[in-house]
């Protein structure tokens, strides 16, 4: 095997490009979306639309890179519609109602505790899934933080965060 400094290169960057591509999938890109978009001081009205925008191409570049990997591109695309379904739900509701931070249901709901408690405190994700698990009778928020407090838990387990 002859060792090619240039073709390892591309395949590392790819690899890199494709590990911060589902980084944007499941429970927790959600949460990464928002803060990310909202650091950049995105209007709410406009976030649902620029994340779909940027979730279709990454997926579309994960797919063209590994769709022959059957068991973890479906588990991928699970993850990605999960995103793709939060962010339709946001979506839908910012058209159907003015956003207002008091919002503690459905997706607006979540992305408000997401802002209130992680993106503007100092609370970890993991207890901010406790916190809202206790405290919200919403049944979307519930489902939601479920999600996110699973995969959470599983990125700790496995010591990388």
Partial sequence: MVYHAETSQKNVL???????????????????????????????????????EDLERRYKNFCNLYSNLDAFTKKQKARYEFTRKFYQDLEKELNNMEYSRTIRFGAIGVLNVLITNIVEGEISMLDIS?????????????????QFKKEVEKVYSQGMR
Avoid: M, P
């Fill in 130 to 146: 406790d916190r809202v698990l206790k405290e919200s009778n919403d049944h979307y928020v519930i489902e939601f933080f479920k």
């Fill in 14 to 52: 790819s690899v890199l490009c494709v590990s911060d591509d589902l980084d944007a999938f499941g429970a927790i890109g959600v949460f990464r979306y928002a803060e990310i978009y909202l650091l950049r001081n995105t209007l709410i009205k406009e976030l649902a639309r620029k994340v779909l």
